[in-house]
C-alpha cells in the first residue's frame, strides 16, 4: 500500500515569487507520481507525472517536479507565479507496471497567489 | 479522443429525497470508473470504484450506492439524502500509466 503526506496545508505567495510544493510519499514498490491542479468548482487536471527515466519532470503552466527516490519526495515547483495560479494542488501515487492500479491522494495545499 | 462526462454540474435537493448522479465515459472500453467526494473543497474522498459491469466495491459505508449498468457509464445513488451527503462529487477512469482523468464534478446542496 502506498501513502502520500502533502507538507503543507496552505501556502501563500506574492506574485512573480517562486513556489514550492512539497510531497513525500511511501511504498514498499515502486510508483508513478502524479501532480493535479483543481481550481474552485471544477474537476482535477494534470499537471504532470513521473514514471520513470528523468528525474526532472516538466507540466503544464510552467510547473515542474523532482522526483528523489532516496527521499521519496516529489515536490512541485515554479519560479515565477502567477495570480491564475491560485489553486488546489493534489500530490498522487500509483504502483508502477500495474494495469489499474488506483490512485492515492494526498489531502491537498491550497496555493494562494496575491497581488 | 477520450473524454468524460458527468452531470448535472449543480445540485439542490431536499433532506430524503433521492439522488442519481450519472457519470459516461467515451473512447476507450472496459476504464476502472472511481467516485469521490470533497467536503468544504478540501480531501478527496474515494466512495466507490468499478473494474467492470456490475462490479462496484465500496470504500466507506454510507448513505449512498453505485451501479454500473453498461461499460461506460457509472451511476452514484441514494434513496433518502443526508444533510451530510453535501460536498462537491467527482467521477474518474484510470489511464494506464497515466493516471486518472477526472469529470468536471457535481455540486450537491442537501437543504
Known sequence: ?115 | SQTIHQWPATLVQPVGSPLSLECTVEGTSNPNLYWYRQAAGRGLQLLFYSVGIGQISSEVPQNLSASRPQDRQFILSSKKLLLSDSGFYLCAWSVWRGGYTFGSGTRLTVV
Open chain 1, 1 to 115: 500500500a502506498q501513502s502520500v503526506t502533502q507538507l503543507d496545508s496552505q501556502v501563500p505567495v506574492f506574485e512573480e515569487a517562486p513556489v514550492e510544493l512539497r510531497c513525500n510519499y511511501s511504498s514498499s514498490v515502486s510508483v508513478y507520481l502524479f501532480w493535479y491542479v483543481q481550481y474552485p468548482n471544477q474537476g482535477l487536471q494534470l499537471l504532470l507525472k513521473y514514471l520513470s527515466g528523468s528525474t526532472l519532470v516538466k507540466g503544464i503552466n510552467g510547473f515542474e517536479a523532482e522526483f528523489n527516490k532516496s527521499q521519496t519526495s516529489f515536490h512541485l515547483r515554479k519560479p515565477s507565479v502567477h495570480i491564475s495560479d491560485t489553486a488546489e494542488y493534489f500530490c498522487a501515487v500509483s504502483e508502477a507496471e500495474t494495469s489499474g492500479s488506483r490512485l492515492t491522494f494526498g489531502e491537498g495545499t491550497q496555493l494562494t497567489v496575491n497581488p
